[in-house]
């Protein structure tokens, strides 16, 4: 069963998803070459990466790849991940979301963009109760935060960031001006990051 | 369009930027501490909405992501002939402590090879400033380097020998050191052996300076502890 890795994992029981703490060190056994680490590392984040990827690339095939070099580059990189700079998490949801929009950017043709999008929400039935309940917690924190930001505020970000479109895209698309999508996006993520308590030193 | 750059941190830090934008926003990054911070915390916050789209992965991807990883060495820490700790551009206590300033005015320095006469001009003004200080290290590889400090002049020089050449695809990066304790990009060693280098940034007031390793082309900030570091003494 997947989930025995967790236990590799000190602090972390069979069903909680590891926190920031433990995914630090994690990383750090991976820059040594600890391939349990890795395995563990996988199952802590993987439903959020391939999630993430899924939701900017749209294609199932691509969203697969991508997550596989997101995982290798992460595998690759451990040793230069710096916690001064910000959490475990943040740092590979950095690596998925740049190669996520990397992708979608470099391939430019719309009709792998238009195809149907099957799973358009959190589908939480695969993932064991306790899993499903930190993440529905996690996503409630997440979108109460979001409420604090006004809706234009929100509109732009999620366009930005799930969307994968540039703020020049998300002007033409809310049809407002080419700076104002820019200063809504920076605006919002101010709110967000202090709504949320985000403190990466 | 300096006034716009700033806001553009936002749109960074979710990737939603072309890329003469990215490339043009880290070149600003490079000289601006305040902002790079503003961009790790925004990537946070950023990262915080990947809670919304959480997905299983079909389960034939764990194998394949981890047999891959099986086929890949993970890239070694940097190796540091002076034996710094983690965390050194904030350990102000090993900067402090790396500080031998010796307060004097240098009239003559090493002859040096392959230099340009501007460069030479420059560093020797730094040498004959009225309140130039010079600290001098001995690396474990072998190099000698004298940092130049003059605080009247506000700049930074540095003159290394017998620095072994940098790997293929690296270069010798040179950073000063804000009032945030940031370490910003001051330049390039031109070559290894005998160089030296007036350390060029907007950061006014230095408090320390460094050098690294770095990719070709350089980082916004350094990527792997230093080979040397000197605290420049309060004045």
């Not at chain 1, 820059?31 to 899924?54: I, N, W």
């Amino acid at each position: 069963m997947e989930r025995d890795h967790l236990s590799l994992v000190p602090s972390a029981t069979s069903a909680a998803a590891p926190d920031a703490t433990d995914l630090s060190a994690v990383i750090k056994r991976c820059a040594k070459g600890d391939h349990d680490a890795f395995a563990a590392l996988y199952d802590a984040t993987s439903a959020k990466v391939y999630g993430l990827v899924l939701r900017v690339i749209r294609d199932a095939a691509q969203a697969e790849e991508v997550t596989q070099e997101c995982y290798f580059e992460v595998w690759r990189q451990a040793s230069r991940y710096d916690p001064d700079r910000g959490s475990a998490l943040a740092w590979i949801l950095t690596i998925a979301h740049r190669r996520a929009v990397d992708r979608i950017r470099a391939v430019e043709a719309s009709d792998r963009r238009d195809r149907t999008y099957e799973r358009t929400i959190n589908v939480e039935g695969h993932d064991s109760t306790a899993e499903v309940a930190e993440a529905r917690l996690e996503a409630q924190r997440v979108r109460s935060a979001l409420d604090s930001l006004t809706p234009t505020q929100r509109e732009a970000i999620e366009l930005a960031y799930l969307g994968g479109y540039t703020h020049s895209e998300v002007a033409l698309m809310l049809e407002v001006p080419l700076g104002t999508a820019k200063t809504r996006i920076r605006d919002g993520l101010i709110r967000l990051r202090d709504t949320m308590g985000v403190t990466t030193r | 369009m300096t006034a716009d750059i700033h806001a553009l941190s936002g749109a960074y830090a979710l990737d939603a930027v072309d890329p003469q934008e990215r490339a043009e926003f880290e070149r600003h990054l490079a000289g601006c501490p305040s902002c790079q911070a503003e961009v790790d915390s925004l990537r946070e916050a950023g990262a915080a909405l990947a809670e919304l789209s959480t997905q299983t992965p079909p389960a034939h991807l764990r194998e394949e992501v981890l047999s891959g990883a099986r086929q890949i060495r993970p890239l070694p820490p940097k190796v540091l002939p002076i034996g710094q700790k983690r965390g050194w551009r904030r350990a102000g206590v090993l900067l402090a402590a790396a500080a031998v300033a010796l307060g004097l005015v240098l009239v003559a320095y090493p002859r040096l090879n392959s230099q340009s006469g501007d460069r030479l001009a420059a560093v020797a003004a730094i040498q004959h400033a009225p309140d130039a200080s010079a600290t001098e290290q001995k690396l474990a590889n072998g190099a000698s380097v004298i940092w130049y400090r003059s605080a009247s002049l506000d700049r930074t020089a540095v003159v290394v020998k017998n620095m072994p050449a940098p790997a293929s695809g690296r270069v010798y990066e040179l950073w000063l050191q804000n009032s945030a304790a940031q370490m910003v990009p001051a330049g390039f060693l031109p070559t290894g052996g005998s160089a030296s280098a007036v350390l060029k940034s907007s950061t006014p007031d230095a408090k320390g300076a460094g050098i690294t390793v770095e990719p070709a082309g350089g980082s916004p900030s350094p990527t792997s502890l230093p080979l040397s570091v000197v605290a420049f003494k309060a004045t």
